[in-house]
């Protein structure tokens, strides 16, 4: 299973020449030379693509868990007419497919002027649209006490104090979680930025592993598994950061205590 990973940090280590003629791990000749061509062979550098997708990826982190735990909170504490059927119609665009709201999307931004621009990407995080990060956090307030917002509003605290001072102080678990998924899964989409972002100066990283490889050319293979090594290691090292965090907030999510 870990064999192509492998390979490929192997291969980033490894002449051109060499690549695709051996299937070893340890390369007979290593050399940086494909860290060297991959971060400063493109028009702009790698660099410049490594903080766009950064950028990017904190401010949805930013968007999920601000909107996504105050949807939370609101279907879970508040009560409202219709409740049950927005929830549950919430809970039905987890069954839509993303590709079925692609084009009358992009018409909309189109109008808005959002496209190349980073807005398609970021402002809709704000706006609660990750419907799994609201049910995670539906499961998880849940299994709050009750008896916290009881004591909270004897002392004096409306909704918005008790979601700041007593619900979201113990949803650190899932707020960690919600914030590792939406951070690695946003570092590594692809077809978005594909879709919304013209100019290669806001390209993000994905976009920029994919100018390496020229269906009509010369495909510069160790470059690109070089900036494939460095794209992957923002992700490994969050994982090992926040792995605790992140099963614990899977593991007690739904869980009455």
Known sequence: MLYPLLWMVASSFKPDSEIFTSTGLIPTDPTVDAYRRGWTGLSIGFGWMFFNSLVISLLVVIGNLISCSM????FTRLRFKGRGFWF???LG???MPQHAVLIPQYVMFLKLGWVNSILPLVVPKFLAIDAFFIFLMVQFFRGIPRELDEAAIMDGCGPLRIFLKVILPLSTPVLATAAVFSFIWTWDDFFAPLIYLNDIEKYTAQLGLRTFVDSTGT??????????????????????LFQRLLIEGIATTGMKR
């Not at 470059?223 to 994982?239: E, Q, R």
Request: no cysteine; charged share 5%.
């Open 71 to 74: 949807a939370a909170y609101a």
């Open 88 to 90: 549950t119609l919430m």
């Open 93 to 95: 665009t987890l069954m």
């Open 219 to 240: 495909s510069d293979w160790g470059s690109l598994f070089a900036m494939s090594t460095l794209t992957v290691l923002p992700i490994f090292i969050l994982f090992m």
